[in-house]
């Protein structure tokens, strides 16, 4: 079964430490993404990867960058951890939407379980 | 520039009772639409997609969506609601289709059913 695969489901770490989320996919897609959420926000775009060493920032990149060395993985940093980037972030990959099969449901975003992050 | 609108926060409803979730979208041009749907504790699982093929969409769980163009809509649809589909469900769009597609994703809906 073919997955994305988000390192820890849950952390906790103190102020101004320097975080890293790890995603990793399988699926050999070309994008992939870091989103947050947040109740009542739904999801926001940090920043997103469409090929190796390529990167875009998306709607709220500010107090994160992100490595993507390797295809299939995709680091979120969090270089000085504040109290208002505890949140739950999300990892998620796709393919290029043209080259799809028409086999539903392969295709879209496919989303990691998740990390759960709390800064103290 | 793309956005998705899904008024209200939350949408209770009986077991057996139709499900009725809302999403309006904005695009300059023609958009991919999509649903997903989080239980708790999970990350997000693809409900359907809408890709510019048939304007009705069918999907998992018995839910499906209607793309009308003229109302810039995409509601999502079930005839009978299940306990099993309490979650919070999210409307999602997507203008490109090359290398840089990025999904813009609503505030979310939570779904409660009622015995």
């Known amino acids: 079964d073919v997955k994305v695969t988000q390192s820890s489901r849950y952390l906790v770490k103190r102020t101004g430490e320097k975080v890293f989320l790890e995603c990793v996919q399988d699926?050999?897609?070309?994008?992939m993404f870091w989103y947050r959420q947040d109740p009542g926000l739904g999801l926001r775009l940090i920043y997103f990867s469409y090929d190796v060493k390529m990167k875009e920032k998306g709607d709220i990149p500010e107090g994160y960058s992100v490595s993507r060395e390797k295809k299939e993985r995709f680091s979120l940093i969090l270089e000085s951890a504040s109290t208002n980037q505890t949140s739950m972030y999300l990892c998620?990959?796709?393919?290029?939407?043209?080259?799809?099969?028409?086999?539903?449901?392969?295709?879209?975003?496919?989303f990691g379980s998740g990390t759960r992050l709390t800064v103290v | 520039a793309q956005s998705v609108t899904q008024l209200g926060s939350h949408v209770s409803v009986s077991e057996g009772a139709l499900v009725l979730l809302r999403c309006n979208y904005s695009s300059s041009v023609p958009p991919y639409l999509f649903w997903y749907v989080q239980y708790p504790n999970q990350g997000l699982q693809l409900l359907l997609k809408y890709t510019s093929a048939a304007t009705l969409v069918k999907g998992i769980n018995g839910f499906e969506a209607e793309f009308k163009k003229s109302e810039t809509s995409f509601h999502l649809t079930k005839p009978s609601a299940h306990m099993r589909d309490a979650a919070e469900y999210f409307c999602?769009?997507?203008?490109?289709?090359?290398?840089?597609?990025?999904?813009?994703f609503g505030k979310g809906i939570t779904l409660s059913v009622r015995p």
């Open positions: 998620a990959s796709s393919s290029l939407i043209g080259q799809e099969t028409v086999v539903w449901p392969r295709g879209g975003y496919t």
């Open positions: 699926m050999d897609h070309e994008n």
């Open positions: 999602a769009v997507t203008q490109s289709t090359g290398a840089n597609s990025k999904l813009t």
